[in-house]
């Protein structure tokens, strides 16, 4: 399993970063899609929506079990990948360079977890 040390996480396995674009990436991690298998939708994720951390920002489900996807920090999503609607399962093959959704935001993502701690996290719930 890949732990990109360039990015931050989530307990609840999404991964974060600053594009170059200046708005905030978000998609689900190696651990993530490893634990839910093959994907075969993503979506739900409503463009213009303002998000609290925390709130569900949108869904994957694979052949396995759906789970909600959540907005890293406080923010309003201004795109979702919709190479996703079609191809879900580019998560799967590439989890860190498929984002899911991004965000405009103020937030720091600084209080999100390192690659360190979130590989600690992912050793511990498993």
């Not at 919709?82 to 580019?90: F, G, N």
């Not at 984002?99 to 600690?120: E, H, N, P, R, V």
């Amino acid at each position: 399993m890949k732990f990109p040390a360039e990015l931050k996480y989530t307990q609840t396995h999404e991964w974060a970063k600053v594009g170059d674009d200046g708005l905030l990436w978000v998609g689900i991690t190696d651990a993530a899609q490893d634990m839910l298998g093959d994907l075969v939708f993503v979506g739900d994720v409503k463009v213009g929506q303002t998000l609290k951390s925390g709130e569900t920002a949108g869904v994957v489900e694979s052949v396995k079990a759906a789970s909600d996807i959540y907005a890293p920090v406080d923010g309003e999503v201004v795109a979702f990948n919709d190479a996703l609607e079609s191809e879900p399962q580019q998560l799967n093959s590439d989890p860190y360079g498929s984002w899911i959704f991004k965000m405009k935001t103020s937030a720091s993502i600084d209080g999100l977890l390192d690659a360190g701690a979130y590989q600690k996290n992912v050793a511990e719930s498993h």
